[in-house]
């Protein structure tokens, strides 16, 4: 059975751009008799505003959507702390103590997450105890695994190769995981069979298909749609002035007749899709 999840950060109000993806993966899920699953992805402590998850879901019931919730991230943390204890006892994940500001200083080349990390604590052996980042080593995580690949709705078979991220963060020093891990755990627990969402995500594929085979987890199919733009040819977002679909909503525009609209490919005046 096909299973796709929308899965949105609760950091900011829902945009065009994720009614788009919502209804992709919703669409898809239903033309195959398949569940469509909505997760909160609140790992982000500092940035997670809770009352935003009850908005989401207003946004998604006035576009006409019906999804199966599966719980929050922020419940899911023992699961997260299991995975990451496992990788460092296989020896993939080291300690790293560095700040932002250390890690530039070195000016060390940028990936696709910003600056590529030059690898300084690696082999220090930090102190346990202490408030640590838990980086995966990319280069051993990669030899272990050998050559892997993934199927991809639009770009085909593609080989994961997370070597431009450089040793990404696993663990954050006041989180037990990032995204990458949290992501590729939860989609793994909730049966995800198909992970659609934008093409800015399409990167952090090779990482999330590497954890998989590292952690022995199902191995789901990638769909990576192409992404709204606004005017500039910029990817929409609220902090751009792009109106949220709580503010469409309260302005009384129809939901449904704007979900339909998306689903043609016809957009608002100045909105486009890229190609993924
Ligand atoms: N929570 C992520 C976001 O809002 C999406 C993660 C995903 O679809 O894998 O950008």
Redesign the pocket.
């Known amino acids: 059975m096909i299973v796709t999840r929308f899965?949105?950060?609760p950091n900011g109000m829902l945009h065009l751009g994720h009614a788009f993806s919502a209804i992709v993966a919703h669409d898809l899920a239903r033309q195959g008799g398949g569940r469509f699953l909505l997760r909160i992805?609140d790992i982000d402590g500092a940035r997670s505003r809770p009352e935003l998850a009850d908005a989401f879901r207003r946004d998604l019931e006035w576009l006409g959507l019906e999804w199966d919730e599966v719980p929050a991230q922020s419940t899911r943390l023992a699961s997260y702390e299991a995975a990451a204890q496992r990788l460092l006892e296989m020896g993939l994940l080291y300690r790293c103590s560095c700040t932002r500001k250390e890690i530039a200083a070195l000016a060390p080349r940028t990936g696709p997450e910003g600056l590529i990390y030059p690898g300084t604590c690696k082999g220090r052996n930090l102190d346990p105890a202490k408030p640590a980042a838990l980086r995966l080593d990319v280069e051993k995580a990669l030899a272990q695994v050998g050559e892997i690949v993934w199927e991809d709705a639009t770009y085909g078979a593609v080989i994961a190769d997370p070597r431009p991220f450089g040793d990404v963060v696993l663990g954050r020093k006041d989180e037990p995981a990032s995204?990458h891990l949290a992501?590729t755990l939860d989609d793994a627990a909730d049966g995800v069979t198909l992970?659609t969402?934008g093409a800015d995500?399409f990167m952090?594929t090779h990482i999330h298909r590497v954890l998989q085979a590292l952690l022995g987890l199902p191995v789901p199919r990638w769909h990576h749609h192409g992404l709204l733009l606004d005017e500039n040819g910029e990817k929409l977002a609220k902090r751009k002035g792009s109106p949220s679909l709580a503010d469409r909503r309260a302005a009384g525009e129809d939901g449904l007749l704007l979900a339909e609209q998306l689903r043609l490919h016809r957009f608002p005046a100045g909105i486009s899709l890229a190609k993924p």
């Open positions: 899965a949105p950060s992805e995204y992501a992970v969402r995500l952090a």
